[in-house]
Each structure stands twice: as structure tokens, then as C-alpha cells.
């Protein structure tokens, strides 16, 4: 009977690449735990995030690659993960517990940023992953009414506590003041609160940290830029015309704070009607357009429906209140891309 060695399996999985990395899963080192007993083998796949968009296609190209190992007849194949990433800090030096931020923008209002963050939140949430959610559109915080959220803990040990909803914690101006209040701040006292809404909140040990920013490329933008090592940035748009011409300042902002683009989404992209055909109600094709135009990701289209809407209103995402439905399927499949293009920036590093 031939006998396995571990090197004999790391051989046989150094041959196995990771399509989006680029590399091999030794040289990765997303193996760990090998044991042999007689031909069974098993060891543990570590992915670069829970969300990894490719987990099923790895998993079964090493379990290919070592049942062709001589003398092997059975694999069992842990699945877990580690992202990567590394502790965000401040402009003066002082470090965060967050391996990812990632900030969400968009250059006008009304075109579902905040909808399209709080999904993508959750949705890493649901995958595995360790998530905030700082609302930082100040002028107009809808996180906590798309969350089903009404009030924060008390503060303990002088620090704010975050809420939490779907696995995700969150924290946001509209916690802290009346409904409908509204705030008639200069760039000193936002830059100030998003200072605090960084450093005195207790976020814990987080795998990705998504900013809300508001409409836009102002202050906050700024503050959040200024205040925070951020790992990317991602452009929210609407099909049509008007909207793309803004959201392309919002690209050209990330690109002047030298804040890498992971990518173009494109909400509200059609509606799909009973019998199945679909209405362009705001036109066809202007995000992949603006990607493309950009030379960024295009990471895809999320269909307009009566779902999101009411999930927003009622606190409860679509990927939560309907996971099966076109529209969360879709928020999946971008949540899934972003977390992908995360672990190639940050594994280019």
C-alpha cells in the first residue's frame, strides 16, 4: 500500500489556484491541519473571507486535486475562514480593531446607497463575518429606520456601545437626536462626529467596517478620508444619465483621496413585469458604462422592486425579509464580488 505523506498533499493542492488571487492555495496559505489516516485525508481550506464568491469551486478543486494522489480514497475538507486585512488608524496614529472599511458613495441622493450598504452589511453578516455599519450621512441618517433599530446601549467604560441588528453593529446621528431634528452644522462639528463615531465607539474586532456616506463630495467625505485608512470605496448609481454624470464625481473623489474603487453598482436597473419581460424605467446600461469609462469593476445590477422598499421601511433588509428573491440574490452576488476584490487589493499589498 503507497504510502501518503502531507507533502504528497501539498504538492497536489500547490496546483490548485485561486482564479481571483492568482495563486496557488499553498502559497496562500489557505491549508492548514493536514491529517492522514491510512487513505483518508483531511485538512481545513482557509478562505480570505467568508463571502469568498469562488468557496464551492475551491473547495471541490482541492478535494479533485488530492483524491488524485495516489493511495488516497476519501477527503474531508473543512471549510472556515480568515480575512484578510489589516487594523485600520486614524490620521494621528491611533489604531482601530477594523481590517476593512469600505466606503459606500454615490453623487446625488435617491438612488438606494444607503439601501445598497445596509444589504451589503448584512449580507456579509450572514456569510460569517465580523460587520459594522457607521452611518455617516449625517444630513439624512436612514440606517437606523432600514435596520429596525431605535436606540443605542448605554455608554460603558466612557465609550459608545453600538446597536445591533442581523449580526451587524451600527451607529448613526440619528440615535442621538429627535426625529425630523435637523442639523445645521459647519465642517468642524461633523468632522468632529465622525472623529467620535470612529474613535469612541467600541466596534470590537471587525472584519469590515461600511460607511454610509452621504449624497455627494463634501465634508464628510473629507472627514471620513482624513480620519481613516479606508481599504476601498464603492460608486452607487442609477441607470440613467443625470445619475451617472454625478456618481462620476463620486468615482473622481476616491480618486483624488487616492482611495482604491473596488467597483460600480447599478440600482434600480430594471423592473421586472408579470409576464416576465422587464421595464428600462430609468434607462439601460449607465453604470457598466461609467465602469467601463472609469476602468473600474462593473459589480453589477440590482432590479427595482416593491420588496426593497417595504423591507427598508420595515427595518428588515431584503436579504433578510426575502433571500431567495432576484433582488437579494443579486445583493448577494455583489456582496460576494466586493469581498473578493478586498482580499485581491489587500493581498497585493
Known amino acids: 500500500m503507497t504510502q501518503i505523506t502531507e507533502k504528497d498533499i501539498l504538492s497536489a493542492l500547490s496546483r490548485v489556484m485561486d482564479p481571483e488571487l492568482k495563486k496557488d492555495l499553498v502559497s ?30 475551491l473547495q471541490k478543486s482541492a478535494q479533485e486535486a488530492v483524491l488524485a494522489v495516489e493511495g488516497v480514497s476519501n477527503v474531508n475538507i ?13 490620521d494621528d496614529k491611533i489604531i482601530l480593531p477594523i481590517k476593512n472599511s469600505i466606503a459606500v458613495s454615490s453623487g446625488k441622493g435617491g438612488v438606494g446607497k444607503t439601501t445598497v450598504a445596509v444589504n ?10 465580523k ?29 459608545i456601545i453600538p446597536a445591533e441588528a442581523y ?14 431634528q435637523p442639523l445645521i452644522w459647519r465642517g468642524p462639528l461633523l468632522h468632529s462626529t465622525i472623529r467620535q463615531f470612529l474613535v469612541d465607539v467600541n466596534w470590537g474586532d471587525l472584519d469590515y467596517l461600511i460607511i454610509d456616506l452621504p449624497p ?23 441607470p440613467q444619465k443625470v445619475s451617472v454624470e454625478d456618481a462620476s464625481r463620486g468615482l473622481e473623489m476616491f480618486n483624488k ?20 419581460t422587464r421595464m428600462d424605467i430609468f434607462g ?21 422592486t416593491p420588496a426593497i422598499r417595504e423591507g427598508g421601511d420595515g427595518g428588515k433588509p431584503i436579504v433578510i425579509a426575502d433571500p431567495d428573491s432576484p433582488a437579494a440574490k443579486a445583493l448577494d452576488e455583489i456582496t460576494c464580488s466586493v469581498a473578493g476584490k478586498i482580499s485581491q487589493l489587500v493581498l497585493q499589498e
Open 284 to 304: 439601460r446600461g449607465g453604470g457598466k458604462t461609467l465602469a467601463e469609462r472609469a476602468g473600474v469593476p462593473f459589480l453589477g445590477e440590482i432590479p427595482l
Open 216 to 238: 455627494g463630495t463634501g465634508d464628510v467625505q473629507l472627514s471620513v478620508a482624513q480620519n481613516l485608512t479606508l481599504t476601498g470605496g464603492l460608486v452607487v448609481t442609477l
Open 78 to 90: 473543512n471549510l472556515t475562514a480568515n480575512v484578510s486585512g489589516k487594523p485600520a488608524q486614524t
Open 131 to 159: 460587520v459594522g455599519l457607521l452611518d455617516a450621512d449625517i444630513y439624512g441618517p436612514n440606517v437606523p429606520t432600514m435596520m429596525g433599530i431605535t436606540a443605542l446601549p448605554p455608554v460603558k467604560d466612557k465609550k
Open 167 to 180: 449580526g451587524v453593529k451600527v451607529i448613526s446621528i440619528g440615535f442621538l437626536v429627535k426625529e425630523g
Open 28 to 57: 496562500l496559505d489557505m491549508i492548514k491541519d493536514i491529517h492522514i489516516q491510512g487513505s483518508e485525508v483531511s485538512f481545513t481550506l482557509v478562505l480570505t473571507t467568508p463571502a469568498c464568491p469562488l468557496k464551492n469551486y
Open 120 to 129: 451589503l452589511a448584512v449580507s456579509l453578516a450572514r456569510s460569517g463575518a
Open 257 to 276: 483621496l487616492n482611495i482604491p474603487i473596488l467597483g460600480v453598482i447599478e440600482n434600480m436597473s430594471y423592473l421586472e413585469l408579470e409576464d416576465g
